[in-house]
């Protein structure tokens, strides 16, 4: 059975950071495009990041660009989030999934084919 599991979430001030994992169980990430994808309360799921496998491309948000880093390592079968910087704004319960299709990960859509996905961490950005 492929799973997914998120950590890291929790309670931050504004500005501060946090890194996400997402770690596989049941199958190797290696083959896979790694999305992130956040929802916070009373809107849709929003499309934040994703790394493909082929080549390691990685694709962002635009309101998240220059804050987060996306990155993969296959050894550890894990796929972290760096989120720096963070604004009230960041507050969502981020999801991770696994992506059927390398090419559909410039998408940032949790519309298309998933393997994958995980039951999410919240962030809460707070003062």
């Known amino acids: 059975q492929l799973q997914l599991v998120e950590s890291g979430g929790g309670l931050v001030q504004p500005g501060g950071s946090l890194r996400l994992s997402c770690a596989a169980s049941?199958?190797?990430?290696?083959?896979?495009?790694i999305a992130w994808f956040r929802q916070a309360p009373g809107k849709e799921r929003e499309g934040v990041s994703c790394i493909s496998s082929s080549d390691g491309s990685t694709y962002y948000t635009n309101s998240v660009k220059g804050r987060f880093t996306i990155s993969r390592d296959n050894a550890k079968n894990t796929v972290y989030l760096q989120m720096n910087s963070l604004k009230f704004e960041d507050t969502a319960v981020y999801s991770c999934a696994a992506l059927r299709e390398q090419s559909m990960c410039i998408m940032l859509d949790a519309s298309v084919p998933l393997a994958a996905w995980g039951q999410g961490t919240l962030v809460t950005v707070s003062s």
């Open positions: 049941g199958f190797t990430l290696d083959y896979y495009a």
